[in-house]
């Protein structure tokens, strides 16, 4: 059974970090320790991109120099122009240390740069065929027509082969969109079927720098940016040698204007089309000769809100040199890069049959689920079956980034509730890609009537007049749950902004509880390295009587169901079994009791303390036989003060990831954000209330029957 692949391009700028990033994502989420391979690396004077990119992101238990053998260099001195069997040799030892601490290892093949076409290609066969790894061949489509795209893909497996090598997978790279069908029907009809050929179009936001990139090469200053503002892509350079009136003429979409640093009228010129709506946004500005903008002018540029992310980097090479070393540097994708991140899978996974390559390198799957698989899978199920998904704080720019990622990896459809020319401007300020969102502004939409008299008639038992009902629906938070309680959407995310109050409150009154829910609460879903563990009630309930905690401990077994989680639930105190008494331990005593009572097929162990709950020879000294002490995976505290503190301190002190908070006993989906919550925290929730409003469906679907 294979326990690697290979990814072997036959050409120079095959777009082969694209297809390492999909192939690793896909890896993640099915198998536990994956480990990341290159044989040959550029140089030694920096880090790898390709490497860092990998291990960050995916977090591998494994050092930068574990991750390769040799550079192009060393080989070159060594090897001439065929592969010594003593280089050989010791790279394949280096795969075989990296292979035994994992069960799957991708291996990324060399980048057709400083060494000659036939060297690289018979290096990697080398290498795949004496690792024994299975091959994926990468094709560069750039002006090949179909019928060339054939021949290379013939050409190439008959190649492998004759070294003796397996040919898993093929994939044809950066094709033009306008001949995808083309590409794919000429392959259809000349290329035997018993390897499966994807197709991937040229995606132009991938080709191009960032900001950030060109900083990083030409060793700039950043004198104005956060990281995010440096991730915007340049499409063009502009070289600003003449008056602002004339130039302004020039400016396009994305161009990094180039100007000495002494230019204050094309820098305020510049950073003043941001603000136009007659003007295309800029990616930023790189100020030459080493000049910087004097204190007044700083002062001046600091003050322009709407600016501040707009990056301004600095060097002090003259404009002329300035501008060819920025046309020299190449895009690449960078470790923290979420947009370029997502644009990249999302293309991948949009252009590759994941099950049949699967099936064609034989993965070996793992039973344990780690944090990277949990949170990938989140995305995997969300997109398997679309919802849509409402964001009342279309105006926050983070969930703004949020929707912009969840819409590149084609995860939901969203509605943005909001201003349509704040969000768009806003939009615009931070570099972001909308298309194809839906935004509503709940004063002048055409469903608050229908919503208002909706609400009216689910309040006016409590006082709630016809008046109050339409002023009520131009909040946000109220006009977004009416839309989920109508079905104009499947489920809501709020919170960046706004209190748990202001997102639950309008859920209680609309949605309301599930029947036979007294309450709803929270769970979070802790990632630590290496299980996923449900924490409740930790954001919601401040202190629940035994009915009512028994009721949190049922929906969070349903939450962890729901997420493939078996459900062992922990009713957690400060005693264990029937060693304390007291007023908390018999609350949680009871609790126990009824949930045994109303749900007896459910794993459910309390009063227990949380060491004999995790710890398997703590359990067996405390609870002997017990089929959920040390084994434990849903945890139900006593009061909130335990398990917010409790969540924070895991969190803290053992590095876990927690998702949440995630709202359970709803009738629909409404999840909360922290006002603290970061771009992933809002991608991941949003995830998530699409598998919940995938189990309600599943569920009314079986209702039926």
């Known amino acids: ?170 994939i044809v790279n950066r094709v033009e969109k306008s001949e995808l069908a083309a590409v794919r029907a000429a392959i259809s009809a000349g290329v035997p079927p018993d390897v499966p050929v994807s197709v991937l179009p040229e995606m132009p936001t991938l080709g191009r720098p960032t900001v950030a990139d060109i900083a990083r090469e030409l060793g700039a200053e950043v004198l104005q940016g956060e990281a995010e503002a440096l991730d915007r892509s340049v499409h063009d350079f502009k070289v600003a040698a003449m008056n602002i009136p004339h130039f302004l003429d020039l400016i396009s979409e994305g161009d990094l204007v180039i100007t000495p640093g002494d230019r204050t009228d094309v820098i305020l010129g510049s950073l003043a089309t941001v603000v136009s709506d007659n003007f295309p946004t800029i990616a930023g500005l790189l100020l030459t000769g080493g000049f910087k903008p004097e204190p007044s002018v700083k002062r001046l540029v600091e003050g322009f809100k709407r600016t501040s992310q707009i990056p301004i980097i600095s060097v002090s090479t003259d404009t002329f040199t300035s501008a060819m070393n920025a046309s020299d540097v190449r895009a690449s994708l960078q470790p923290g890069n979420d947009r370029k991140i997502a644009a990249a899978l999302g293309l991948f996974e949009a252009h590759v049959d994941l099950a049949r390559l ?81 935004i509503i502004h709940p004063p002048g939409s055409t469903h608050r009537e229908a919503l208002a008299q909706t609400y009216y008639d689910l309040r006016r038992h409590k006082g709630l007049s016809k008046e109050m009902a339409w002023d ?61 563990l449900v924490y409740g009630d930790c954001a919601v309930n401040p202190n629940p009587d035994a009915i009512q905690l028994a009721d949190i401990a049922v929906s969070a077994a349903d939450t962890a169901a729901m997420f493939n989680i078996e459900p062992r639930i922990a009713m957690c105190s400060y005693s264990t079994g029937t060693s304390g008494a007291g007023r908390d331990v018999d609350k949680v005593r009871e609790a126990t009791r009824i949930v045994k009572s109303r749900f007896p097929k459910l794993k459910i162990e309390g009063p227990i303390q949380y060491d004999a709950a995790v710890d398997a020879g703590v359990a067996r000294t405390k609870l002997p036989g017990s089929e959920v002490a040390g084994q434990a995976t849903v ?71």
């Open 1 to 170: 059974m294979a326990n690697s692949l290979y990814i072997a391009s036959i050409e120079p700028e095959s777009g082969k970090s694209i297809v390492a990033l999909g192939i690793m994502e896909m890896l993640s989420r099915r198998v536990g320790r994956v480990g990341y391979f290159r044989p040959i690396i550029p140089t030694a004077l920096k880090r790898d991109n390709d490497i860092e990119l990998i291990r960050q992101r995916y977090h591998l238990d494994q050092t930068y120099y574990e991750t390769f053998a040799f550079t192009h260099n060393a080989v070159q001195t060594l090897s001439a122009d065929t592969l010594n069997p003593g280089i050989l040799k010791q790279i394949v030892a280096k795969y075989r240390q990296l292979q035994q601490k994992c069960r799957f290892v991708l291996c990324e093949g060399t980048d057709f740069t400083g060494v000659s076409s036939a060297f690289e290609f018979d290096m990697n066969a080398d290498v795949a065929g004496n690792i024994g790894s299975p091959i994926l061949m990468l094709i560069n489509g750039i002006d090949k027509s179909p019928e060339e795209s054939v021949e290379t893909i013939g050409l190439g497996i008959e190649a492998f082969t004759h070294r003796g090598c397996d040919v898993a997978a093929v």
């Open 635 to 705: 945890f139900i505290f006593p009061d909130l003060n335990t398990g917010n503190n409790l969540y924070k301190a895991v969190q803290r002190s053992a590095g876990a990831v927690a998702v949440g908070p995630v709202l359970q006993g709803l009738n629909k989906p409404v999840n909360d954000l922290s006002r603290g919550c970061t771009v992933t925290d809002i991608v991941n929730t949003v995830a998530i209330t699409v598998i919940q409003a995938q189990a309600l469906t599943m569920h009314e679907k079986q209702g039926e029957k």
């Open 358 to 438: 699967e099936t064609h390198i034989d993965l070996v799957r793992s039973t344990r689920v780690t944090p990277i698989m949990f949170e990938y899978e989140l995305i995997e199920r969300a997109k398997s079956s679309r919802r849509h998904i409402v964001l009342p704080e279309g105006e926050e720019p983070r969930i703004l980034r949020a929707a912009e990622i969840l819409a590149r990896r084609d995860v939901a459809d969203l509605t943005l509730l909001g201003n349509p020319d704040q969000i768009r401007q806003t939009a615009k300020t931070l570099g972001l890609d909308l298309k194809g969102l839906n």
């Open 472 to 532: 009520t629906t131009a909040d946000v938070s109220y006009f977004g749950t009416l839309m989920v309680n109508a079905g104009l959407a499947d489920g809501m995310v709020s919170g960046a902004v706004h209190t748990t109050g202001d997102t639950i409150r309008p859920a209680l009154e609309i949605i309301r509880t599930r029947p036979g829910v007294s309450l709803v609460s929270s769970v979070f879903l802790m990632c630590l390295p290496d299980r996923v």
